[in-house]
């Protein structure tokens, strides 16, 4: 079987400095992967390939077995790809209705972007009049997934997703996530804290200074190799 998302031996480099040195990887439809490094490994680098955002100075990018290598991120969108960047890209000058809205580019109505956001986070649907940037770090969490799974995306890209938030929230953020996941869709999460998303991985990748050192499942990877990554969290 293909994978959903795949990088076979990506490299990828800024300024001329390579920061991914061959990475290979991939996602199956209904897998959570979570990539976990110390900061400055290429987690975000990764993921910022996957989506096109920056471009492969070699190796090969294929969504379902095709070959999208070089594909603009228009195109990957187009093609399923959603990535949610660290920092929860929503606009905070709009209200979350025109945020979610705002996803009717990928061809959807209104009415649809709407109700797929509604129905996974009924707290927006209180909120849909609200300025986004007044919400709180948690529910501006929620509204960027919302603002993801309007697009009905094959492939979620997560970076980051439990920055800044409590422990509780987090929890319930990834849960969500694994619902997500159990739908069909392949989601490829990078975390800085392993201990958030442990719980709902179904395999692990470590990335160390831009290659992938070890993965595999969660509980034969590692909780105690982990902790020696300095990953945030005892495991």
């Known amino acids: 079987m293909s994978a959903l998302l795949e990088l076979r031996d990506v490299r990828a480099a800024y300024d001329g400095v390579n920061v991914l040195h061959g990475v290979d990887l991939r996602v199956d439809a209904g897998q959570v992967v979570a ?5 400055g490994a290429g987690k975000t680098t990764t ?29 990957l969108a187009r093609a399923g790809v ?31 972007v709407e109700v797929v956001a509604f129905e996974r986070f009924p707290i927006l649907a209180k909120r849909a009049s609200q300025t986004a940037g007044t919400l709180s770090g948690g529910e501006q969490q929620m509204l960027a997934l919302a603002r993801g799974l309007a697009c009905d995306p094959a492939v979620l890209l997560l970076d980051e997703l439990s920055m800044g938030l409590a422990p509780l929230i987090v929890g319930q953020l990834y849960e969500q996530v694994a619902e997500i996941a159990r739908q069909g869709v392949a989601v490829l999460v990078v975390e800085q804290f392993a201990t958030a998303v442990l719980g709902i991985a179904d395999h692990v990748a470590v990335l160390v200074r831009g290659a992938v050192k070890q993965q ?20």
Not at 227 to 235: D, F, R, T
């Open 216 to 235: 595999g499942h969660p509980d034969g990877v590692l909780r105690a190799e982990l902790s020696a990554l300095y990953l945030g969290s005892p495991a």
């Open 82 to 112: 959603c990535l949610i960047p660290e920092g929860r890209g929503v606009f905070p000058n709009l209200s979350v209705r025109d945020n979610i809205r705002m996803m009717t580019f990928t061809g959807r109505s209104r009415d649809e």
């Open 35 to 39: 990539l976990l490094g110390p900061n």
């Open 47 to 75: 993921l910022r390939v996957a989506a096109g955002i920056h471009p492969l100075a070699a190796g090969g990018l294929l969504l379902g077995g095709r070959d999208m290598s070089g594909a603009a991120p228009r195109d």
